[in-house]
């Protein structure tokens, strides 16, 4: 599975953005999907996640409430609404995909990496 995430930018305090994650291979459907963010000098950590049916999802408690995470299987993309946004969210965003069947929270389940997109929260 190749991941591509899009859809950074700078956005006021309080504003709102949509990131998404294109994959390409027939296998993304059984893949879940996970979401993690890495601001300047720290570690990366846990977003998101969702199965691979959509049917679960589990969030981090900093951004429960505010995001969403979405997939569409028949379109082999994943997407992350992002409301309220804080300037602590600010970061580099990736999505991920793990073969795994639970949902996993730890960065090194994850096999499957996107580039990245940096999302800036101006207060």
């Known amino acids: 599975v190749q991941l591509q995430a899009s859809g950074g930018g700078l956005v006021q305090a309080g504003g709102s953005l949509r990131l998404s994650c294109a994959a390409s291979?027939?296998?993304?459907?059984?893949?879940?999907m996970g979401w993690f963010r890495q601001a300047p000098g720290k570690e990366r950590e846990f977003v998101a996640v969702i199965s691979w049916s959509g049917g679960s999802t589990y969030y981090a408690d900093s951004v429960k409430g505010r995001f969403t995470i979405s997939r569409d299987n028949s379109k082999n993309t994943g997407n992350l609404q992002m409301n309220s946004l804080k300037p602590e969210d600010t970061a580099v965003y990736y999505c991920a995909s793990t073969q795994r069947p639970r949902i996993e929270t730890m960065k090194s389940s994850y096999a499957y990496w996107g580039q990245g997109t940096l999302v800036t929260v101006s207060s």
């Open positions: 291979g027939r296998t993304f459907s059984s893949y879940s």
